[in-house]
């Protein structure tokens, strides 16, 4: 039988890092037109899909939920696109996708493996929220609580998957969704406090780059498929 053809990951992460610098050059500042968010935004997220759909080694159960939070991720990536009216559409659909990270990430490893990992997590959510919380409107507060509590819970399983994890080919990618987590939660802290509180230098350079990183991160996570 002969071997399907997938996309070189090299290729892909080199599309991925131009698709993503042009999406910073046409944001808020940048020095490029306006409209290359709208097309180049939607494409990075898009060309992670492809890397993390080539990736067909690992538990069928992550890969099919590491799958479904990107495409959500995709959706509130076009929703921010119209950062006042799309943004609720966006925090709900970036919810979701951090709940199908959680399912992803407890294939192998039960919810709330370690709880040091939670409870770190916890403290250091709860230090953002009482920085951010003056600043956020009364009509958002409940879904941005609602968004934190999943946004933390998805970084803490990662945490939790990669420090209960045994020695082995599992625990580089356990690695690799750990500081997903840790990356997506330090994208959506400066992407709240631009939006709420002050607004950042370069903030589209800051936001975007460690949310992109975050998701090639938990894409890596998935196992190759095996040679041969």
């Known amino acids: 039988?002969?071997?399907?053809?997938s996309p070189d990951p090299r290729w892909l992460f080199l599309a991925v890092v131009i698709s993503a610098a042009l999406t910073i050059a046409g944001?808020?500042?940048?020095?490029?037109?306006?409209?290359?968010?709208?097309?180049?935004k939607p494409l990075t997220t898009l060309l992670v899909i492809a890397?993390?759909?080539?990736?067909?080694?690992?538990?069928?159960?992550?890969?099919?939920w590491v799958l479904a939070g990107l495409a959500?991720?995709?959706?509130?990536?076009?929703?921010?696109?119209?950062p006042q009216s799309g943004?609720?559409?966006?925090l709900v659909s970036f919810l979701i996708a951090h709940l199908c990270y959680v399912v992803a990430f407890t294939a192998t490893t039960r919810f709330g493996a370690s709880p040091s990992a939670f409870a770190t997590y916890a403290v250091v959510s709860a230090a953002i929220l009482s920085?951010?919380?003056?600043?956020?409107?009364a009509g958002l507060r409940l879904p941005v609580l609602a968004y934190v509590v999943c946004l933390a819970a998805m970084a803490a399983q990662?945490?939790?998957?990669w420090w209960t994890c045994p020695p082995g080919s599992g625990r580089r990618g356990a690695g690799l969704a750990a500081v997903g987590g840790a990356l997506f939660l330090a994208s959506d802290t400066l992407l709240a406090f631009n939006k709420f509180a002050e607004p950042l230098p370069l903030a589209s350079l800051w936001v975007l780059s460690t949310y992109w990183s975050a998701q090639w991160c938990i894409a890596s996570a998935l196992r190759p498929r095996a040679a041969g």
């Open 158 to 161: 990662a945490a939790a998957w």
């Open 1 to 5: 039988m002969p071997r399907t053809l």
């Open 27 to 40: 944001g808020s500042g940048g020095p490029g037109p306006g409209w290359l968010p709208w097309v180049f």
């Open 51 to 64: 890397y993390a759909a080539t990736r067909a080694g690992d538990v069928p159960r992550r890969r099919r």
């Open 131 to 137: 920085q951010l919380w003056p600043h956020v409107p």
């Open 87 to 90: 943004f609720i559409f966006g």
């Open 72 to 82: 959500w991720s995709l959706a509130g990536d076009v929703a921010l696109l119209w």
